[in-house]
């Protein structure tokens, strides 16, 4: 098969991100001395320069650590919670039946600046300074504007106009949207964080005071302070054609931090797969590949009818436990353990027939889990108006709405894989704090986040709103350890509900059928609807599976047949995966999605 791209190999270290100047940002740190958890902070600062529409400072952040000295793996969570302000009652007070996509009403606890610094104080080795000056340096002097970048603002222009006028001052520089590869600046965001590198220099003695510091002006100094006076004062017309005001106040930065946490790790043909917890949708990803018989699915042409169809029918019955079970684990309410076990993912596995079922069949656990509305989520679609698509969440691919302007504006998130030559190594997914899903921030330079849009309102969900939980994000780096719990793999993608599915499928190709990082990157890609969608407004296509054109039409004719409800897309739709490799001699590889044509792996 001939690639788009080279697959990189080298000995000293690699970075794989969703866009070429984060993963150039991060090689940078590591030829500078620093190692593989540092060059993915400074990454993951840059990307929320260089895609200001795919996350923020004021976003969310899943990752998976891996230290290679002692050969530990963590989880390091970054999704805020709900404020404390925000209850079902105050929602349904506005008559509301699901918390708006886009405004201020979805706001949570700001969770990415302190989980980057967490991982910098812990894991790194470099001190704030520098691990901000490549940020800096491209919010101030500019980066050149993707096409995606620019059909956002293109389609945010008149939003920005009519109702958030802190965007607009902020965005469209004398009422101009920018040109492809013209500079965009955000002169306000480089002051911000020259403020935060001040006080970090001029606190304590140590890297790790200094860090704390950093940490302490953004949820208890300067910035909640901003952050505070703004939802105080500024309503936002969202989805609902209505203003309303944020729950979010500043308290609610200071009583959160980041944390560190074991991760879930399920055997799969002898290697270690690490998902975060059922805060997230990691989990699904699991029980997905536990449905599935590696000795079956090695026998497979992974390009095939008959792989698609198994892969689609597991992750069907994966994800609909997502639904009905997973959510924040802080009260014990996620039977992780049972939906993992051999004897349930046996009982499941026989579910799985020769032809598509569409029906919704999540399992059954005694004292856990709730009712999904299956009939209500079909019921619902995603409009094409100015309000009611504006930046509600992350777009799967061109397909996901009917119009090109449905996926400009929807929101979406970066991934970036680090691996440096002692054999550390991270996968980090950062997301949310979209410019186009919620009114800009004048002191700050940004907007917040918009994740509660993925709780319900519904008491007995256990993805519920309620004050302090986390929403059940969407976020799902993975790694995978070899036997020895060595780190092996690091990979992920954006995508929303999509992140996963792809995961899978590159997995699948790469550990069971051997084929390379770039070719399982690039393979032929699919994703089913069948559930509901994490972001509003919800909804649901039962049986719906979205394959790219470039399976043989023989294929495709041959899922229909057996009851799959066919959408194509267009031949590279689906998936923007990057990965990064260290293979037990020290060999390095890396690899990036070439859909989109701004993710690249770059290493030695």
């Not at 390091?76 to 709900?82: E, I, Y």
């Not at 201020?104 to 302190?114: I, K, N, R």
């Not at 059909?151 to 040109?179: C, E, G, H, M, R």
């Not at 980041?258 to 949708?281: D, F, H, L, N």
Request: hydrophobic content about 40%; glycine content about 10%; aromatic content about 8%.
């Amino acid at each position: 098969m001939q690639h788009t791209r080279p697959e990189i190999v080298g000995t000293f270290g690699a970075a794989s991100s969703s866009h070429w100047i984060a993963s150039q940002a991060a090689m940078r740190i590591l030829e500078q001395g620093g190692n593989a958890f540092d060059a993915c902070v400074a990454g993951g600062f840059v990307l929320q320069v260089v895609s200001p529409h795919l996350n923020g400072p004021a976003g969310d952040l899943s990752a998976l650590l891996h230290r290679a000295e002692d050969r530990t793996t963590v989880a390091l969570c970054g999704q805020g919670p709900v404020p404390a302000m925000a209850t079902i009652d105050r929602f349904r007070a506005l008559d509301l039946p699901l918390v708006p996509g886009t405004g201020l009403l979805p706001a949570v606890v700001p969770g990415a600046f302190d989980a980057w610094l967490l991982m910098l104080r812990d894991y790194g080795t470099l001190d704030v300074e520098t691990i901000l000056e490549c940020a800096i340096y491209y919010a101030e002097q500019g980066i050149p504007v993707s096409d995606r970048l620019q059909a956002t603002l293109s389609a945010a222009a008149n939003q920005f106009s009519q109702y958030w006028p802190t965007s607009k001052s902020l965005y469209l520089a004398n009422d101009t949207i920018p040109a492809i590869d013209s500079l965009f600046r955000n002169q306000t965001l480089a002051a911000t964080w020259r403020r935060i590198v001040v006080t970090a220099r001029s606190a304590g003695t140590t890297r790790e005071q200094k860090i704390d510091a950093a940490r302490h002006a953004w949820s208890d100094g300067f910035v909640a302070d901003a952050i505070d006076s703004f939802c105080r004062r500024e309503s936002a017309v969202d989805v609902t054609g209505r203003a309303h005001k944020s729950f979010l106040r500043g308290d609610d930065l200071g009583k959160w931090s980041a944390t560190i946490e074991q991760p879930v790790i399920q055997e799969y043909a002898g290697w270690q797969i690490a998902k975060c917890g059922p805060w997230t949708q990691g989990p699904a990803l699991l029980q997905t590949l536990a449905l599935l018989d590696p000795d079956h699915i090695t026998d497979l042409d992974t390009n095939g009818a008959e792989f698609v169809h198994v892969v689609v029918e597991a992750m069907k019955l994966a994800f609909a436990d997502r639904e009905t079970f997973y959510g924040d684990p802080v009260d014990g309410s996620v039977p992780m353990d049972h939906l993992l076990s051999r004897k349930y993912s046996e009982q499941r596995r026989r579910m799985i027939g020769d032809e598509s079922n569409n029906f919704w069949r999540p399992g059954s656990i005694n004292g856990y889990g709730a009712m999904v509305d299956i009939d209500a989520a079909t019921a619902r679609f995603r409009e094409g108006g100015l309000l009611s698509a504006y930046g509600g969440g992350e777009p799967t691919t061109g397909e996901f709405a009917s119009s090109e302007y449905l996926a400009s504006v929807a929101g979406d998130t970066c991934h970036i894989d680090i691996v440096d030559r002692h054999g550390n190594m991270v996968s980090a997914t950062p997301s949310g704090g979209w410019i186009q899903s919620s009114p800009a921030i004048p002191e700050l330079g940004f907007p917040l986040g918009t994740r509660a849009q993925m709780t319900w309102l519904d008491i007995k969900s256990p993805s519920r709103l309620a004050p302090g939980r986390r929403p059940r994000t969407t976020l799902t780096p993975t790694l995978v350890l070899d036997a020895e719990q060595r780190g092996y793999l690091a990979c992920g993608t954006p995508g929303g509900d999509q992140q996963d599915q792809w995961q899978i499928v590159f997995l699948l190709r790469h550990l069971l059928h051997d084929l390379g990082l770039q070719e399982s990157i690039e393979a032929p890609g699919f994703h089913s609807e069948h559930w509901p969608n994490s972001f509003y407004p919800r909804q649901a296509s039962p049986g719906k599976l979205v394959v790219e054109s470039r399976f043989a039409s023989s294929v495709i004719d041959d899922l229909a047949e057996r009851g799959h409800l066919i959408v194509e897309g267009g031949p590279w739709s689906e998936g923007r995966l990057t990965a990064v490799v260290r293979e037990q001699d020290g060999l390095i590889r890396a690899a990036a999605n070439p859909r989109g044509g701004i993710g690249y792996a770059v290493g030695r």
